[in-house]
């Protein structure tokens, strides 16, 4: 396939999700009747001008914009990441947290949410978790306690079709169109219909976080649309990855200083 096609299949993919149409554009734009067509079909291409114009009236986030325009990004990401590692590896939560607004930043979307795993308890801990402040009052009013106290047990056969817990335990990416797959049994099955619609849920993609043979947690991110493609997904999984390496470091450093601790009481100060 030409790199004419290519692009203008991204630009259709990008549109449909935004929920426009090609008149919609062009309109905008102020070009001609059918111009959308001709360039989604790959027939002519866009200036650079008009691109910018479809990037700021879709509302492409940065990873979308870079995506148009063929520019590798993956590298300036793990930039993003290993600045993480500056951080104090001690404070799990300034990590994760940090971590959430890069990923909100770069992908433009929202809610995110970052899972650890308790392999002592077989359970993912919530611990991050980027939601619209209206949505959460609601949520935490239904289930009556803050919603970074959520806990999905393996254990427990009431999460045995939970998205988040499925990735993790088969290892895999696994997306979903239900917010209800997500949220049973915290949130019925009615009030997660009614949070689809108030929060503009089309996507969701489970992402676990897994490092040297280690279930780390998952990450879980609801798409701005309801589309995601391969080279998105791809882009998703290196930053997943990234987190991963984060993650496993930052407990590393922390099992090994309770160690170090629990010497210098035993024996005091090394000489």
Not at 42 to 58: A, S
Not at 97 to 105: E, L
Not at 124 to 145: C, D, H, M, W, Y
Not at 171 to 184: F, G, P, Q, S, V
Request: charge should be positive; include cysteine; hydrophobic fraction near 45%.
């Amino acid at each position: 396939m030409d790199k004419k096609k290519i692009l203008g299949q991204k630009i259709r993919n990008f549109r449909l999700r935004a929920n426009k149409s090609q008149l919609d554009l062009e309109l905008e734009i102020g070009m001609s009747t059918g111009s959308m067509s001709r360039i989604e079909n790959g027939q002519v291409n866009p200036t650079k001008e008009t691109l910018l114009r479809i990037i700021l009236l879709l509302n492409l986030a940065p990873a979308d914009s870079a995506n148009l325009f063929n520019v590798d990004i993956s590298s300036e990401i793990n930039k993003v990441i290993n600045f993480t590692t500056l951080l104090d590896l001690e404070d799990i939560d300034l990590l994760t947290d940090s971590i959430v607004k890069k990923i909100n930043i770069i992908f433009n979307t929202d809610p995110i949410s970052l899972w650890l795993w308790d392999s002592e308890r077989a359970s993912l801990v919530l611990r991050t978790l980027k939601i619209p402040n209206n949505v959460r009052i609601f949520a935490e009013n239904i289930i009556g306690f803050k919603l970074e106290q959520l806990v999905i047990s393996s254990s427990d056969p009431r999460f045995e079709s939970n998205d988040y817990l499925r990735s993790i335990i088969e290892e895999r990416i696994i997306e979903n169109r239900d917010l209800y797959l997500l949220a049973k049994p915290f949130l019925s099955k009615e009030v997660c219909s009614m949070l689809q619609v108030w929060l503009k849920f089309h996507l969701a993609i489970n992402l676990p976080l897994i490092f040297n043979g280690k279930k780390l947690g998952v990450l879980g991110v609801v798409w701005n649309g309801d589309y995601i493609s391969t080279n998105e997904k791809t882009l998703l999984q290196s930053y997943a990855d990234q987190i991963a390496i984060v993650i496993y470091h930052a407990r590393v450093f922390i099992e090994l200083k309770q160690k170090y601790t629990k010497l210098k009481i035993k024996y005091g100060e090394p000489n």
